[in-house]
């Protein structure tokens, strides 16, 4: 077996074992990257340097056996939202071309102490805005299964790299399904994480009350590893989650069935439009999770229609409000050959942000506006109340609801770019979660003209143990995760 | 027939709060005037992309503390929101303050004007963090984040207000209750007060409010007054003219003591408010802010109330007093020393007191004449151990040297006399020096009697027991008349 096909936890034993080293599988990981990613196009930066450090720091760690933990030594990547310290976090976005944090995330820095070992980073929609990386200020990611095809967005370099073998994890980033659907388009797992239940601090925002970072990776049970070690409470983020974290590899590996758990399937997205495969699939793999021993009903979310208008109207706003910022003072791309500091505003702006950033600012803008705010962000505020509390009302019944991830599988590069309205549209199983805040894993289940289906298992807030649970044990009995791509 | 007018005027405060550390990181807070610029920044209070605010909860302590004392409902539930317009002392594009929900409304202050006492409404009091500080040199402009990010509590008024004298009295108030609290440091000239004023006017005994301009940047009391008087002054000439007041933002300029015109109304800002997705609304335990109010301490109000009571002063002498807290515990201090009465020792703080701090310059924290000297220096001079010419010598060399009043009396040798053959020898040396002055009040002019007082004060160097020296006079020119 390749080092790049080794799940965490393999690699994870032949590092503490010291049958390789890290900077062994880290050079592996570089080199596939130095072949690969030319086509593919999932990374924006490679932090070679840093990465080869940070390795041998880690072979040091495992040389003295103190304090390993199942991230020791591991390579992955980062979203290019998570903010590393001296290394580039553009947010694929020209306007942070070469901008630097002086600070990691918070996520980053658990997996810093753990000595994980960072790669580099990944592709994406201009700050997170889209569903296919065409957004990228930089370039559009590929899907490792058709080099035609979408990788999905926004994480699309996240789930591209994750799936063509160019790292073990990456750290995603869901706003309104960036984590899960280009997982489902590149067949790999990827966990939408309770709101809050990882700091978001250090993450660059799109909607702030929308963001969580979320582990993506080969298998559900590297998703717990990795949940394992970013999750959990942050002083520096006051909508940061207080709940103890826990041990989710643990309880996987003690899980033999799901008898007790009854699976919800919501009848409002298995409805005219879905793709017969993607349809057959997901309902394929609801019926293996039946015979696992949950019990499995019929539920409603009846303002499931609304989810779509309600989402981008409360992220027109507060990314309107977020994007301010980069204004060429601080950071960033800065106009200075400009008469004005109005002009500087101006043609930074002009120059640094992409097409879809601009028409969602200025929706943002207009809907914020005085005299328009009742009509439109008051009002979504409201529907988003009550898309809450059907979910809510359903988790009263069931412990966890399973639907497909997105209508169809991936989509042809350019076939809806020129469509905002098409693609805003390909978000609608996924963009409710993040209206409610809830967690939703995405678990490869099936593969159609040579591209991955996903199913979506989402569960009350903190119910990241449940989601693990079903789908680590769906897992452990099919194999449409261990597939990968013919490279 | 000229039709007169009335001023109406409200006013927004802007106070910094007296915090170690900002608003929303843990970056010290520090003097905007002396501080190395961009020394005491983080990412949070610079808008770093991805950094997050932390509510500090001193600040929330204070502002609640200032919401009591202003007599506010405190709401147990507030909200953050971002007030978005661009700016670059403005790191995030957006400015976290309250909006709809803000910390505390519907309190009132009291001020005295010439009428009498009167109620100014407060409308709310809300919490939100200052920008940092633009300055221009060389066709450069400089942007120091220090103060970026550090608290501010803006404080504001319902249209209450009916004259300059009125808003300049609120103001005042305002920074004595700010300073009874502890909660700013009152440096006006560091800019940690700030004033804008609402201003309009309309025929006097009219209802109904005509339209408004807003005055900025008033950083003193002096620009307070001058800006509202000057804007009262122009409003009333228009009105007078027949014209119309657009509604707009106006600046102020200290040096020509006019104000001018920043932004008309079609170029107003939309603020587009929208509550603060980083930060959870602001819950307060109805038990905390009990125990804020149970350790407010005595508010101007009641001091006044207190000293009437206690110490036997009239209203205006106690106002006086408690104008301002250093001043009415200094006098405390003084008067637990002394055996004198409130009054006497009053009239020495109103007196050569405040002339000293007037004239120093040097403020009334920082002045060392010790409460004990100073209550021993009235005492002496209550007693006649030295005249009041004397005592106010001794005054001045106490403030000057700090030496204890006894040392000074001894050195310069200024205890007072009432030995009556010294001051006899003196009387009879002045009466015979000014035979012609001697003659005239003898021919009936009495008025001369001040003079020859003053003549023997000169020759016993001012140690001669006036009371004593006038009945020696007295009784000397008598003689003289037969």
């Known amino acids: 077996m390749d080092l790049h096909e080794l799940s965490i936890q393999q690699a994870h034993e032949l590092l503490s074992s010291r049958k390789v080293s890290s900077e062994e599988l880290t050079r592996a990981y570089l080199e596939r990257i130095r072949r690969l990613d030319p086509q593919i196009k999932s990374y924006v930066t490679v932090s070679e340097e840093l990465a080869l450090k940070q390795a041998k720091e880690a072979d040091q760690r495992i040389k003295t056996g103190e304090g390993l933990t199942p991230l020791t030594g591991i390579p992955y990547s980062a979203k290019d939202s998570i903010s590393t310290r001296g290394i580039n976090t553009t947010c694929s976005s020209k306007i942070l071309e070469n901008y630097k944090p002086f600070y990691d995330a918070t996520a980053i820095k658990k997996l810093n102490s753990s000595n994980s070992v960072l790669l580099g980073k990944n592709n994406m929609d201009e700050f997170g805005m889209g569903s296919s990386t065409e957004n990228s200020g930089f370039f559009t990611t590929r899907n490792p299964w058709n080099f035609d095809y979408v990788p999905g967005g926004s994480s699309g370099g996240s789930a591209a790299a994750v799936a063509a073998g160019l790292t073990p994890f990456s750290l995603g980033e869901d706003t309104g399904g960036s984590v899960r659907m280009p997982a489902s388009f590149c067949g790999v797992t990827g966990l939408k994480t309770t709101y809050g239940r990882v700091s978001r601090y250090g993450l660059i925002p799109l909607v702030s009350s929308f963001d969580t970072i979320g582990p993506m990776a080969r298998s559900v049970y590297d998703v717990a590893l990795v949940l394992e070690t970013i999750a959990g409470h942050d002083a520096k983020d006051s909508t940061s989650r207080l709940e103890p974290v826990e041990n989710y590899s643990e309880i996987l590996k003690t899980t033999e069935n799901l008898r007790g758990l009854r699976i919800g399937i919501p009848k409002e997205y298995f409805v005219e439009g879905l793709d017969s495969a993607v349809d057959f699939s997901v309902r394929d793999a609801i019926k293996h999770i039946e015979s696992l021993g949950a019990e499995v009903i019929e539920v409603s979310l009846p303002h499931t229609q609304y989810a779509i208008p309600v989402y981008y109207l409360i992220l027109f706003a507060e990314a309107s409000s977020n994007l301010a910022k980069y204004d060429g003072i601080r950071f960033g791309l800065s106009e200075r050959s400009v008469e004005s500091l109005m002009d500087v505003y101006l043609k930074t702006r002009e120059t640094g942000f992409g097409a879809e950033t601009k028409r969602r600012i200025m929706l943002g803008t207009f809907a914020l506006s005085a005299g328009y705010y009742d009509a439109y962000y008051l009002k979504a505020q409201k529907v988003r109340t009550l898309i809450r509390q059907d979910f809510q009302k359903a988790f009263e019944t069931c412990d966890a609801l399973i639907t497909p991830v997105a209508p169809a599988t991936a989509f042809r590069i350019g076939e809806k770019i020129t469509n905002p309205l098409d693609m805003y549209l390909s978000d609608v199983f996924v963009v409710a979660v993040n209206l409610a805040g809830i967690p939703a894993l995405s678990v490869p289940c099936g593969i159609s003209n040579g591209l991955p289906i996903g199913m979506q298992i989402m569960g009350p807030h903190l119910s990241e143990e449940t989601l693990l649970r079903i789908g680590h044990l769906y897992q452990s009995q099919t194999d449409w995760h261990t597939k990968h791509p013919p490279l | ?482």
Request: charged residues 30%; contains cysteine.
């Open chain 2, 1 to 482: 027939m000229q039709l007169k007018y009335e001023p109406i005027i409200g006013l927004e405060v802007h106070a910094e709060l007296l915090t170690k550390s900002k608003m929303f990181c843990g970056c010290e807070v520090v003097d905007s005037i002396t501080a190395k610029p961009n020394h005491y920044i983080c990412p949070v209070c610079t808008g770093q992309p991805g950094a997050l605010p932390v509510l500090n909860k001193k600040a929330v302590e204070l502002a609640v503390c200032v919401g009591l004392a202003l007599d506010c409902k405190i709401h147990t539930e507030s909200i953050f929101a971002r007030k978005n317009y661009f700016y670059p002392d403005l790191p995030k594009g957006y400015q976290i303050s309250q909006y709809d929900q803000p910390l505390a409304i519907d309190g009132k202050i009291q001020i005295e004007t010439e009428a009498g006492i009167k109620e100014v409404r407060i409308r709310r009091v809300h919490l939100e963090e200052d920008t940092g500080k633009l300055s221009h040199a060389d066709g450069h402009s400089f942007i120091d984040y220090n103060r970026s990010g550090v608290p501010l509590l803006e404080i504001v008024t319902e249209p209450d207000l009916r004259s300059s004298e009125e808003a300049k009295a609120y103001a005042t108030k305002l920074h004595a209750i700010l300073r009874y609290l502890d909660v700013n440091s009152g440096d006006m000239e560091k800019g940690v007060i700030r004033f804008e004023a609402n201003v309009s006017v309309r025929e006097a005994g009219s209802e109904g409010l005509n339209t408004r301009t807003e005055i900025k940047n008033l950083n003193s009391f002096r620009a307070l007054v001058q800006g509202a008087d000057y804007e009262i002054k122009r409003q009333t000439e228009i009105y007078s003219r027949g014209g119309i007041i657009e509604q707009e933002t106006l600046g102020f300029n200290e040096a020509t003591g006019k104000t001018y015109s920043q932004r008309g109304k079609e170029s107003a800002h939309d603020y587009r408010y929208f509550p603060e997705p980083d930060l959870p609304p602001l819950v307060l335990d109805s038990d905390w802010i009990e125990s804020i109010r149970a350790s407010l301490p005595e508010l101007p109000e009641a001091k006044t109330k207190r000293f009437i009571a206690d110490f036997g002063l009239t209203p205006s002498e106690a106002r006086f007093l408690t104008a301002e807290l250093s001043l009415a515990d200094y006098f405390e201090r003084v008067l637990a020393k002394s055996k004198s009465p409130a009054k006497t020792v009053h009239s020495w703080i109103a007196g050569e007191f405040m002339r000293y701090v007037n004239d120093s310059g040097i403020s009334i924290e920082d002045i060392t004449l010790s409460p004990e000297s100073f209550a021993k220096l009235i005492d002496m001079t209550a007693d006649k151990v030295i005249s009041g010419n004397s005592a106010k010598v001794v005054f001045n060399e106490m403030v000057k040297n700090g030496s204890n009043p006894e040392q000074i009396v001894q050195e310069k040798g200024l205890a007072q006399v009432s030995d009556e053959s010294f001051i006899q020898d003196a009387v009879m040396k002045v009466l015979n020096d000014n035979p012609s002055e001697v003659e005239k009040y003898l021919a009936g002019k009495d008025t001369l009697l001040q003079w020859f007082m003053g003549r023997v004060a000169r020759a016993t160097k001012g140690k001669a027991d006036p009371n004593v020296a006038k009945e020696l006079l007295v009784k000397a020119l008598e003689e003289r008349r037969k």
